[in-house]
């Protein structure tokens, strides 16, 4: 199907155009969405779209499912209820990197720990973009932002590191550049059952790389193609040669007890009276 097509069937006409930036990612992410749930043959009542707060959230409001624009940092909570009232829905949580990692952090280890399936898309531009341009938990090391002028000493979270270490069961990741294994690996997410997260890498040049002179959307694009690397041909990288490159695809896979099902079993034993 022909984007054009696909925004007519998928997205709220009204609430076009949107507000996000000239040259950001976001407009990609969200249409690797809605062409990964056009590829799936989802029916649209079948799917729920929750959001907190930042650039990336905005997705919600503009697309035409079940959709919840909550506050900052409450997305999975949200979509965990939305879950557990409607298991039959495909529900999906648009999140940034702030929005998931620092004040929904708490939300984000819990709802990978119990492994309720969820499928969590972090659009990854490494900065508050609507807030200010502060730095978040995935800006990388010495990075400028307006809350580190000089650069910011913190170490920043790897997304698979925690979203592997804290239960998980499917981890992919992909960039703006690459849109068509970003579209797959969505696909993949939503029908794979128990926590997925997909980090989708995206460029903010009005506020990430302005402040870090990283050059024009499309440089920053360019950075995506040249920097990102199927996992497969990097794990025969050097360590030398990993130091600047970072995988893609599908980077983790497992099977393991999904939270709603078990859930349904609790209800059963009490509504038996067994103990």
Excluded at 110 to 123: G, K, P
């Amino acid at each position: 199907m022909e984007m054009e097509q696909l925004i007519d069937k998928y997205f709220r006409a009204g609430r076009l155009p949107h507000i996000w930036c000239p040259g950001c990612g976001n407009g990609i992410v969200t249409g690797a969405l809605v062409k990964a749930i056009d590829k799936l043959s989802l029916a649209k009542d079948d799917v729920a779209v929750v959001s907190g707060i930042g650039c990336s959230s905005r997705a919600s409001g503009y697309l035409d499912f079940n959709t919840v624009h909550s506050a900052h940092g409450r997305g999975l909570p949200v979509a965990t209820g939305v879950k557990l009232a409607e298991p039959r829905l495909k529900v999906i949580v648009v999140s940034g990197d702030g929005d998931a990692t620092a004040i929904g952090g708490n939300h984000f280890i819990h709802a990978a720990r119990r492994n309720i399936d969820l499928t969590v898309i972090l659009y990854n531009n490494n900065i508050y973009g609507m807030t200010g341009g502060q730095y978040s938990p995935l800006t990388p090391t010495n990075s400028k932002a307006t809350t580190a002028p000089y650069g910011t000493v913190d170490r920043p979270f790897d997304v698979y590191d925690l979203a592997r270490g804290t239960g998980a069961t499917f981890i992919a990741r992909a960039t703006t550049y690459h849109t068509q294994l970003l579209t797959d690996v969505i696909a993949q997410g939503i029908e794979h059952v128990g926590f997925s997260v997909i980090e989708a890498i995206t460029a903010c040049p009005i506020s990430f790389g302005r402040q870090n002179k990283k050059g024009s959307a499309p440089n920053m694009m360019k950075w995506q193609k040249d920097h990102g690397v199927m996992l497969a041909a990097y794990e025969k990288l050097t360590a030398e040669e990993q130091t600047d490159k970072f995988p893609i695809g599908v980077l983790y896979k497992a099977q393991a007890p999904e939270y709603t099902a078990e859930y349904d079993k609790v209800i059963a034993k009490a509504q038996k009276g067994a103990k």
